[in-house]
């Protein structure tokens, strides 16, 4: 049993005092007589005199130490080493290979790379230009067709080749489950779970089975900072589960803190940002109303750190919210109906369906995915070890039996928007409510991914079932200790082994998921001269985007989260490319350069291109990888 000290302890000895030494300018005396001198400063003058100066007095380079040593070894060291290192382990050997492979495949993951180069291109050349991006020629605002990664600006701005920016990107798709971890972990911490069951749900928040679907959004995988700043907010307020509200323990600057992590989340993008902004409006009324009910005491600085911090937050969620409602105005097509969002929103078995990205229960669950529309979005387990904590969490967990209440009725509330259309009666009392009045609800092609909070959910009750446990084992400890004076806790190991569910948790986040080289360009990308329309268009056009980070000419092609009807027009008129009639159409919408990629085109819609030919007034540059179209050569 590990033991505490006695609750009262002896008095410490007192160090004899000693008078002050004799001033270096005090004339020496002289006699044996004298009572005026004293043993310790006849001794100083037997030893040869002061002590010479120090340059720091011990007492500073001493507290000086026991700081550093703190913090080598405090709690959230460790956890943030810990967290690095869980998601260099998770998604090795990616960190190998930060400068020639991407996870998951050649498709969003190049889109997000090319973001991120555009966004510090942008930057340093023209901030007010950002919106209106080098691909998807002619349009404008092509920056906000997707979620534009604004919050990464800071790493962005070390993106300057398209290395460089497979680089940033890989960097931050490890860094996305760091702070998943880190973040969840300290929530539940603050929230008053232990040690162990707080790195067991966070383990699981970080790396739900659903989140391997998803590798290729590092949007969505950018979900950190949701956790981390109601972490904050909920430490700045002197508030946990386990606790209540402390006014004692009111903090500021952290809910200044979670203001602005907040918003910086939001600025990653809009999917995880509106649900959060609705979630921390709700939170906001909860609050509101048991203040007007209990009248809680405040402090002034809590109230003023609410005040700027919500402000910064609101003015920013609207300027960005503005800027999205331009362009969903200046593009009608961008709008999804419930038809659409039927599409790739869950089934009632999606939740325990995993995707096939799963190491451990993808191939298991094959038949299952085969009955969904669109599996990738669809397949949502949320992990079986979290979910037999949760459930064991309802019935016997260190939370009271109204928060779990609470957490359960949160829990189904989530389940039931996020099923979207394809909940009870079209889901016309939960999704389509929000899709209807709720400013920017609309906007959500993929309601599944609010299965982000139904984990962070199911994570808190998981996490108060192993606080439990470790409660009672304590208590056990205590109760039968043999010296009542002492305070008694359960040994240390007894405690470890409660931290073994992590190696379940992170069993089931396995992925076979592979990590793909990245395409070279065919072309030297910073000669052409522009606009370009590379043949074949399409959902390949993310390696174009990805290849356009070397000198970011002008280019037609693009993928975003629509297809703008422009953009659909450009393709339709280079279906019979190199025709003349296909050549004087592209003329007439201003395309100056066509690059065909030969390699790229069967099975496209330009299958059977003639390459060979030479249409009358164009120059033709021809290499082992593409044909370069001059359209109008001086």
């Not at 993808?362 to 979290?386: K, S, Y």
């Not at 109204?402 to 996020?418: K, N, S, Y």
């Not at 395409?519 to 993310?542: I, K």
């Amino acid at each position: 049993m590990a033991t505490t000290k006695p609750d009262t302890e002896p008095a410490e000895p007192r160090e004899p005092e000693t008078p002050a030494p004799a001033r270096a300018d005090e004339a020496p005396r002289t006699g044996t007589g004298d009572s005026s001198i004293s043993e310790h400063e006849r001794w100083q003058r037997f030893a040869g005199g002061e002590d010479p100066p120090e340059t720091l007095p011990p007492g500073r380079l001493r507290a000086l130490g026991r700081g550093l040593r703190r913090a080598a070894t405090s709690e959230w060291t460790l956890a943030g080493l810990v967290s690095i290192a869980l998601a260099a382990a998770m998604t090795w050997p990616l960190a190998r290979h930060l400068t020639d492979r991407i996870p998951h495949d050649t498709g969003d993951p190049l889109l997000l790379t090319y973001i991120l180069g555009w966004v510090g291109h942008a930057l340093r050349e023209n901030p007010a230009g950002i919106w209106d991006t080098n691909s998807f020629w002619p349009l404008d605002d092509a920056y906000l067709f997707t979620d534009t990664l604004m919050g990464y600006a800071p790493a962005a701005l070390l993106a300057t080749s398209p290395t460089s920016a497979l680089v940033v990107y890989n960097v931050l798709y490890i860094g996305t489950f760091a702070l998943a971890f880190l973040g969840a972990y300290a929530l539940l911490r603050q929230l008053g779970a232990r040690v162990a069951g707080s790195a067991v749900a966070a383990a699981a928040f970080a790396y739900a089975p659903w989140k391997l679907g998803q590798a290729g959004h590092l949007q969505v995988l950018s979900s950190g900072g949701i956790v981390l700043a109601l972490a904050m907010l909920a430490r700045g307020h002197g508030y946990s589960l386990r606790g209540g509200f402390k006014p004692e323990r009111q903090r500021p600057g952290w809910i200044l803190a979670g203001w602005l992590t907040a918003l910086w989340q939001f600025s990653i993008g809009a999917g995880l940002g509106i649900p959060f902004v609705y979630l921390l409006l709700g939170i906001g009324v909860v609050v509101g109303i048991h203040w007007l009910a209990k009248r809680p005491r405040l402090r002034w600085q809590t109230l003023a750190a609410n005040g700027i911090g919500g402000s910064v937050f609101s003015l920013g969620v609207l300027w960005i919210a503005d800027k999205h409602a331009v362009v969903a105005k200046a593009y009608p097509e961008a709008v999804r109906d419930a038809e659409y969002i039927s599409w790739f929103s869950p089934t009632w078995q999606s939740f325990i369906i995993a995707p096939q990205e799963s190491r451990v229960w993808g191939a298991a669950h094959e038949a299952a995915r085969a009955e969904l529309t669109w599996a990738p979005e669809q397949a949502l387990l949320v992990g079986f070890t979290l979910v037999a904590l949760a459930a064991a969490g309802l019935v016997w967990s260190c939370w009271t039996g109204w928060q779990r209440v609470w957490l359960a009725l949160g829990g189904a509330v989530v389940f039931a928007v996020a099923m979207g259309p394809n909940f009870l009666d079209d889901g016309s009392w939960a999704w389509a409510l929000l899709y209807e009045y709720a400013p920017g609800w609309d906007a959500i092609r993929t309601p599944g991914r609010l299965a982000i909070y139904l984990t962070l959910i199911l994570a808190v009750l998981a996490a108060g079932t192993l606080t439990r446990i470790a409660d009672e084992a304590d208590d056990l400890a205590h109760r039968a200790r043999v010296d009542k004076r002492l305070k008694v806790k359960a040994p240390k190991r007894v405690h470890a082994l409660l931290f073994l569910p992590i190696g379940l948790v992170l069993w089931e986040g396995l992925t076979v998921a592979p990590y793909v080289e990245v395409p070279e360009a065919p072309v030297d990308m910073s000669a052409l001269e522009g606009p370009v329309l590379f043949l074949p268009a399409g959902g390949g056009d993310t390696k174009v985007q990805y290849w356009s980070i070397d000198g970011f000419p002008e280019v037609a092609n693009g993928v975003a989260a629509f297809t703008p009807d422009e953009q659909a027009g450009i393709r339709s008129m280079s279906m019979g490319f190199p025709s003349d009639e296909a050549i004087a159409s592209l003329r007439d919408a201003g395309i100056e350069t066509v690059v065909v990629v030969p390699g790229s085109l069967p099975g496209s819609d330009w299958a059977g291109m003639d390459t060979e030919a030479d249409p009358f007034g164009v120059d033709v540059e021809r290499t082992s990888t593409a044909a370069v179209y001059d359209l109008n050569p001086d």
